[in-house]
């Protein structure tokens, strides 16, 4: 099946930093999902993208599907961006509807 | 407001019970799904239901059950046969979904299952 590997695993920012966060699925896709999960557990969508490039306020992403890969840009990070960020695929071609989600990167904003 | 609702936050089991979790949304979509979520990992598919009364499993069915007699609700029941209970459940639904078709998921906000 496809597989989805993200990186870094972990990452410490200092208030204010700059971060992109990647990627990287084995097989073509139709669509990609990130997503923030909250110290409580929440998942929160930030976005549906199966190509292109989407802004939502401070954070943008960016998913190459030709090149099996997607980022997400966090640009001056605050102390309320730590959590995991997950993204998330549609597995043989979404008809199952189920995503496969790659093990996540863990964010640690310090103020 | 429109949602998913999951209950109860937290659920302490003892071994070789049974427990239910329930998972409803209000949100008129037609699939919904579980997942499983442990400390340190990514969220893996238990089952999933596209429509009323009928529903597959996912990559870790073993030791639970489901049911979709309804569109709102998915309720998933832990049952004795599953050997390390303990994790994170999050419900899930998506509008209709089917062929090559897929439709952006949103999300519940958990129950934690502890087995003491």
């Known amino acids: 099946g496809i597989q989805v590997e993200q990186s870094p695993p972990d990452l410490i920012l200092q208030e204010g930093a700059n971060s992109t966060l990647r990627c990287n699925f084995s097989?073509?896709?139709?669509?990609l999902q990130w997503f923030h999960q909250n110290p409580w557990g929440q998942l929160i969508n930030l976005f549906y993208?199966?190509?292109g490039t989407k802004q939502n306020g401070r954070l943008s992403a960016t998913t190459v599907a030709t090149e099996r890969y997607s980022l997400l840009y966090i640009s001056s990070s605050q102390t309320t961006d730590s959590g995991v960020y997950f993204c998330?695929?549609?597995?043989?071609?979404?008809?199952?509807?189920?995503?496969?989600f790659g093990k996540g990167t863990k964010l640690s904003v310090k103020p | 407001d429109g949602g998913i609702t999951q209950s109860p936050k937290y659920l302490f089991r003892k071994e070789g019970q049974n427990v239910t979790l329930s998972c409803e949304q209000n949100?008129?979509?037609?699939?919904m799904y579980w997942y499983r979520q442990d400390p340190g990992q990514g969220l893996r598919l238990i089952y999933y239901?596209?429509?009323?009364?009928?529903?597959q499993k996912g990559d870790i069915a073993e030791g639970y059950s489901v049911s979709r007699e309804k569109k709102e609700s998915f309720p998933l029941t832990v049952t004795s046969a599953q050997k390390n209970p303990t994790a994170f459940y999050l419900c899930?639904?998506?509008?209709?979904?089917?062929?090559?078709?897929?439709?952006?998921?949103?999300f519940g906000p958990g129950t934690r299952l502890t087995v003491l």
């Open positions: 993208i199966p190509s």
């Open positions: 097989d073509s896709v139709n669509n």
């Open positions: 949100l008129n979509h037609d699939a």
């Open positions: 899930a639904s998506s509008p209709t979904t089917g062929g090559l078709y897929y439709n952006e998921q949103f």
């Open positions: 239901s596209q429509i009323v009364n009928d529903f």
């Open positions: 998330a695929v549609p597995p043989y071609g979404g008809s199952q509807g189920n995503l496969i």
